[in-house]
C-alpha cells in the first residue's frame, strides 16, 4: 500500500532563515506530487504541483521554491523565510484525480 | 477562477441530530471529492463523486453530486462526537488539481 511521509512534523524558525521541508512517497511510481498551505483551519491554497522529476509548476508567486530531485521526494525550500510564511504545509499524491495527503509540518516563524 | 463556497463555516449540533454541509460553485467540475481533517493531521478522502445526480452512502453520510456538477451535499444522520471536524470539499479542475472550499468545522456535543 502507499504511505506519504512528511518531516519536520513541527518546525520554528526565525524571520530570513532558510527552510528546507521533504516529502516522500512510498509504494507508487510517478506520482503526481503536490505542496499546499493551509492557514488555521481553513481550505488549502495549492502552492507547487509536479508531474515528474524536475517537473515544477508554481500556482501563486511567493517566498518559496520546490523541488523533485527524485521520482518520490518533493521538497518545499526558501532561501530566508517571512513572517507570514508560517502555516500548516501539507504534501499529497494523486492516483487518477483523487489526492491523498502526507501528516503535515507545523512552521512557525518568529 | 473557479471557487467552492462551502456553508455553513461552523456548526455546533448535539449528538443524534441530523444536519447537511453544501458546496456550491458557479463553475463545472469534473469530479468533486470531500474530505475530514482531524486538528494537526492531513485531510482524509472520504468520498469522490463523479456523475452529475450521483448520490454515495458511507454508513451514516450520503453524498450528493449535483445535476449539473456544480455543487455537491453531505448529509449526516444521527450525527456522533466522532464525526467532528473540519469537512473539506474539493472539485477538481484538469490537470489532477483540485480546488478546495473554505471547510465547514463541525462540532458534535455529547
Known amino acids: 500500500s502507499q504511505t506519504i511521509h512528511q518531516w519536520p512534523a513541527t518546525l520554528v524558525q526565525p524571520v530570513g532563515s532558510p527552510l528546507s521541508l521533504e516529502c516522500t512517497v512510498e509504494?507508487?511510481?510517478?506520482?503526481?506530487l503536490y505542496w499546499y498551505r493551509q492557514a488555521a483551519g481553513r481550505g488549502l491554497q495549492l502552492l507547487f504541483y509536479?508531474?515528474?522529476?524536475?517537473?515544477i509548476s508554481s500556482e501563486v508567486p511567493q517566498n518559496l521554491s520546490a523541488s523533485r530531485p527524485q521520482d518520490r521526494q518533493f521538497i518545499l525550500s526558501s532561501k530566508k523565510l517571512l513572517l507570514s510564511d508560517s502555516g500548516f504545509y501539507l504534501c499529497?499524491?494523486?492516483?487518477?484525480?483523487?489526492?491523498?495527503f502526507g501528516p503535515g509540518t507545523r512552521l512557525t516563524v518568529t | 477562477t473557479q471557487l467552492l463556497e462551502q456553508s455553513p463555516q461552523f456548526l455546533s449540533i448535539q449528538e443524534g441530530e441530523n444536519l447537511t454541509v453544501y458546496c456550491n460553485s458557479s463553475?463545472?467540475?469534473?469530479?468533486l471529492q470531500w474530505y475530514r481533517q482531524e486538528p494537526g493531521e492531513g485531510p482524509v478522502l472520504l468520498v469522490t463523486?463523479?456523475?452529475?445526480?450521483e448520490v454515495k452512502k458511507l454508513k451514516r453520510l450520503t453524498f450528493q453530486f449535483g445535476d449539473a456538477r456544480k455543487d455537491s451535499s453531505l448529509h449526516i444522520t444521527a450525527a456522533q462526537p466522532g464525526d467532528t471536524g473540519l469537512y473539506l470539499c474539493?472539485?477538481?479542475?484538469?490537470?489532477?488539481?483540485?480546488?478546495f472550499g473554505q471547510g465547514t468545522r463541525l462540532t458534535i456535543n455529547p
Open positions: 463523486v463523479v456523475t452529475g445526480g
Open positions: 509536479s508531474v515528474g522529476i524536475g517537473q
Open positions: 463553475s463545472v467540475f469534473s469530479s
Open positions: 499529497a499524491w494523486s492516483e487518477n484525480y483523487e489526492q491523498y
Open positions: 474539493a472539485g477538481e479542475r484538469g490537470a489532477q488539481k483540485l480546488v
Open positions: 509504494g507508487t511510481s510517478n506520482p503526481n
